[in-house]
């Protein structure tokens, strides 16, 4: 059996006043999906309202979660490993904390997978599902070279390369979020509109 990331609690055996200081890796996904979202996060921290499909999204995922304990590796047509639900991960080096769905150990590989009420493994879960492959590197040590978005909606996994690319995007993008944070600083409003239909923060978006 593989160990656990060192000391889960506080992760990673930082003291916790560093692991508040950490970023959520769910952060990086909405800042794909529209940077001002995470001024909202950020910057005005007790805005927040509760959705629908917010909600919705969290019961579906507590639903997968039971089923997925019952799915084998062969849906990640993986022969043998190990696997771990619910794993979170914190790294001071990259500056992000996640609980990441299920992680899969083999010798000398990793592989994350991550659940998602949705119909396609859009850039936003693309990353996030990257951000957590760099924590379960630093954290098993092993290589994570591909991970899985599994959409619930389809009963499909897709598999999601972990390319150099992500791997650059998670960094400029927790550059740009620190910005934000740094400088309470708004951006503009998201070029495609029909993103602002069912966003949780439409109402405070009073500039168009
Ligand atoms: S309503 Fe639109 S512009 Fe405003 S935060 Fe949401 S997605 Fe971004």
């Not at 889960?8 to 006043?17: F, Q």
């Not at 995007?169 to 620190?178: G, Q």
Request: charged share 25%; proline share 7%.
């Amino acid at each position: 059996m593989f160990p656990d990331p060192p000391t889960n609690d506080p992760v990673n055996g930082l003291p916790s006043d560093v692991e508040v200081s950490l970023l959520t890796i769910s952060l990086l996904k909405q800042y794909t999906y529209c940077p001002r979202i995470v001024y909202y996060e950020t910057c005005t921290p007790d805005l927040r309202p509760r959705t629908y499909k917010m909600l919705a999204g969290e019961a579906a995922h507590q639903r997968e979660r039971e089923r997925a304990t019952r799915r084998t590796l062969s849906a990640y047509q993986i022969p043998e490993g190990e696997r771990k639900f619910d794993v979170r991960l914190s790294s001071s080096k990259f500056g992000l904390t996640g609980i990441v769905d299920e992680v899969v150990l083999t010798e000398d590989r990793a592989f994350v997978v991550d659940y998602k009420l949705a119909g396609w493994a859009g850039e936003n879960h693309q990353l996030q599902l990257t951000a957590y492959a760099l924590l379960a590197e630093e954290a098993f040590q092993r290589p994570v070279k591909e991970g899985f978005i599994y959409l619930m909606p389809l009963k499909r996994f897709e598999t999601v390369p972990i390319t150099t690319a992500l791997r650059n995007s998670v960094l400029e993008t927790i550059k740009a979020i620190h910005h934000i944070q740094l400088h309470e600083y708004m951006p503009p409003p998201v070029e495609q509109r029909r993103k602002c239909e069912t966003c949780e923060f439409r109402r405070f978006c009073i500039d168009f």
